[in-house]
């Protein structure tokens, strides 16, 4: 009678548990949608104040998404720029003083929105990692283009662009330079970070990063 008692005791505790770790697993899962589901559009007063020295190029990228730049144009330039911002609340249009500062120097100057940002179509970010993908596009795009032809093409990310810029680095031979300003040191460590931030619980935030 014991042993009976004992068994459906736990087997009632092995249902239990299966249901929080379902019950978790699905509030964790909401919360991740969350944090991902973000669309960042800034409208940077900026973008008045260079009206009259840039114009914007739109291409679209692996995915069928749209996605837009800024362009400071350069007679002759020395070389191309790729600005890539971050996250929380910035997109190309807030660093377009960046651009500015690179095409003062002879450099053609392309200040990039990611997926989710500014001018750029899709509602979910990728902490970096789909953003990859984006900067390919436009590498690609400026591969075709024949005043590019033998220009050098330095990447400068800051956060999220940063960690973005080291990766694609490692996927494209023509990218000639990488400026890393402020970037994290993994793509796993700012998502469970980013998770903690959300307060899902630590057992399950452990649970993600095994």
């Not at 909401?30 to 190029?57: C, F, G, P, T, W």
């Not at 990447?155 to 330079?177: C, E, F, P, W």
């Not at 980013?194 to 935030?205: D, H, I, Y």
Request: aromatic share 10%.
């Amino acid at each position: 009678m014991f042993k009976k008692k004992v068994k459906v005791s736990l087997i009632i505790i092995i249902i239990l548990a299966f249901i929080l770790f379902g019950l978790i697993t699905w509030q964790s899962h909401s919360i991740i949608k969350q944090m991902a589901n973000i669309r960042v559009e800034k409208d940077s007063e900026l973008i008045h104040k260079y009206q009259d020295e840039i114009d914007r190029i739109e291409i679209e990228n692996s995915e069928g998404i749209k996605i837009s730049s800024w362009r400071f144009k350069e007679q002759e330039p020395k070389g191309i720029v790729i600005i890539l911002h971050g996250m929380h609340g910035q997109d190309a249009s807030s660093l377009l003083d960046f651009g500015h500062f690179f095409n003062k120097a002879k450099y053609e100057a392309f200040c990039m929105d990611f997926r989710a940002h500014g001018k750029s179509e899709g509602n979910e970010i990728g902490f970096g990692y789909t953003e990859v993908k984006d900067v390919i596009a436009l590498l690609s795009w400026i591969k075709k283009e024949p005043r590019y032809e033998n220009k050098r093409v330095i990447l400068y990310g800051i956060s999220m662009g940063g960690a973005t810029a080291i990766n694609v680095a490692t996927k494209r031979q023509d990218v000639s330079m990488v400026i890393s300003a402020s970037a994290f040191k993994s793509y796993t460590d700012t998502f469970l970070d980013s998770m903690r931030k959300e307060n899902v619980p630590e057992l399950v935030v452990k649970m993600f990063k095994y």
